[in-house]
């Protein structure tokens, strides 16, 4: 949750460079946009959303493909070696497991979920 309001700040800090400040009609001063004016201004669909829903819909792909794939073999193994020190990297798995928990599915096994395409694009979608 905090990278996803880190990386909304970085997005709204570059649309504010882009857009540049405004100047109020009334008083004549200069003002800087507020966020829904922002997004009135680039009326673009949020990039972390769509980030999001295409990597949900691939791995509900992948996972209903199982051992076909090699992809699958990658995305659920778990790492052999030692970890080094400091905060473990993220895996696709654990990215997956968050998107979930924002939806409200977190305690759902995602593989299981993902067996039924109507039912992960409704989960996806939502």
């Known amino acids: 949750m905090r990278e996803e309001r880190r990386?909304?700040?970085?997005?709204?800090r570059v649309l504010r460079r882009i857009f540049g400040h405004n100047r109020e009609e009334v008083t004549g001063d200069w003002r800087k946009l507020h966020d829904e004016e922002l997004n009135d201004l680039y009326s673009s669909p949020n990039i972390i959303r769509v980030t999001k829903l295409r990597r949900m819909c691939w791995v509900g792909y992948v996972a209903r493909k199982r051992e076909r794939r090699c992809v699958y073999g990658a995305l659920v193994r778990k790492p052999e070696r030692k970890r080094t020190l400091g905060r473990p990297?993220?895996?696709?798995?654990?990215?997956?497991k968050n998107d979930l928990q924002d939806l409200g599915c977190g305690r759902m096994g995602w593989i299981d979920l993902a067996q039924g395409r109507d039912r992960w694009r409704t989960l996806v979608n939502a």
Do not use: K, P
Request: glycine residues 0%; neutral net charge; aromatic residues 22%.
């Open 7 to 12: 990386l909304w700040l970085f997005e709204n």
């Open 89 to 96: 990297r993220r895996r696709w798995d654990d990215n997956i």
